[in-house]
């Protein structure tokens, strides 16, 4: 599958579908429910020192909760998305279906019967949402006795390698002190799927160090080298999502960046196609594409797109996802 501009959509409202909560609902969210202020700053031990970044980010952590839990309570994929364009805002509705991606990749998993929750959101209502609904899917990795490569067999060849950006979140989110001050990788991990993994603990980052522009270039620093370029693409993926610093300090984080400065851009491309693809553009992703990648978000979004084609068709320790990335980041090196 290439995320080419063919068959991209714009996110449609559902007003019109009923809530509809599936049987066992309430089971569900008794066994598998996430406690709201289990996405707090306070509650996860993060670092930073703005109050309106910290309120920021807690936004978003609330909205995947409550796509989460809409997974696990709605029946059926048109129901889930009416009620996610109900409860949150457009400019966080991706943080939703990443929240929504994780519920039905677990119930596929956990729940005996039906295996194709996911493959129906994302043939359906998510398919707006495509990059970040795999992302979601990852997050199981982190709470089941799950193997990368059987989670990959279910997913598309291409961006179901964002599973494990989901994974690397979910551990420096949730056990930073293990994933980020310890700098320990999970055992499970082989290959190519550490550096999946890596991306998305860069990414989680953003929110571990509270969005500060001069602590996270020492964070990733203390990694060893080999790592760094991915968790500085990670990086750039939370600072083109998610937001929340101004020009001066985007700037800042770029100039850190150094030589892997191409490595940030491509995680700003990957956001800036992501939100493009959805229909839900934001004013900080335009930001962080004008000061990172030097271009607009429609033309980072471009450069992500143009380097997805022909693709080949890839192998174990170097994927197609990995040459795709590696296109973008040579557009950059090169100057875009």
């Known amino acids: ?14 007003p019109e579908v009923p809530a509809r909560r599936s049987p066992g609902a309430a ?13 707090s700053f306070a509650r996860r031990g993060f670092r930073g ?45 991706g943080f939703a279906y990443e929240g929504a991606g994780m519920a039905l990749a677990l119930l596929d998993t956990l729940i005996p019967g039906r295996r194709d929750r996911l493959a129906r959101l994302l043939a359906g209502p998510g398919d707006a949402q495509r990059y970040i609904v795999n992302v979601g899917a990852g997050w199981i990795l982190a709470r089941l006795p799950l193997s990368p490569e059987r989670l990959l067999a279910r997913l ?31 055992r ?71 030589p892997l400065a191409p490595a940030l851009a491509q995680g700003v491309a990957f956001a800036a196609e992501a939100r493009e693809r959805a229909g839900n553009p934001a004013a900080h992703t335009e ?20 380097a997805a084609e022909g693709l080949p068709a890839g192998r174990p320790e170097e994927p197609a996802y990995e040459v795709w990335r590696r296109r973008i980041q040579d557009r950059f090196r090169k100057g875009a």
């Open 1 to 14: 599958m290439s995320p080419s501009t063919e068959n991209r959509s714009t996110p449609l409202p559902y």
């Open 27 to 39: 089971l569900k969210r008794a066994l598998f429910g996430i406690a709201p202020e289990e996405t």
């Open 49 to 93: 020192d703005s109050a309106a970044v910290r309120e920021r980010l807690e936004r978003v952590g609330s909205c995947f909760v409550a796509g989460y839990h809409a997974g696990l309570e709605e029946a059926g994929c048109e129901a889930l998305a009416a009620r996610i364009d109900r409860e949150v805002d457009r400019d966080h509705r």
């Open 156 to 186: 598309d060849p291409l961006l179901g390698w964002l599973a494990l950006d989901g994974y690397g979140f979910h551990e420096g989110y949730f056990r930073w002190p293990r994933s980020v001050a310890r700098r320990e990788v999970p």
């Open 188 to 258: 499970k991990l082989r290959g190519y799927a550490r550096r999946g993994f890596d991306q998305g603990l860069g990414r989680s980052l953003w929110f571990v160090d509270g969005a500060d522009v001069e602590r996270l270039p020492q964070t990733i620093g203390a990694f060893p080298p080999e790592r760094r370029p991915d968790l500085w693409a990670g990086l750039g993926l939370a600072v083109g999502y998610a937001g929340g610093r101004s020009e001066a300090e985007t700037a800042e984080l770029r100039r850190a960046a150094g």
């Open 287 to 306: 930001l962080a594409a004008r000061v990172i990648c030097g271009m607009s978000a429609a033309q980072a979004a471009e450069v992500a797109r143009v």
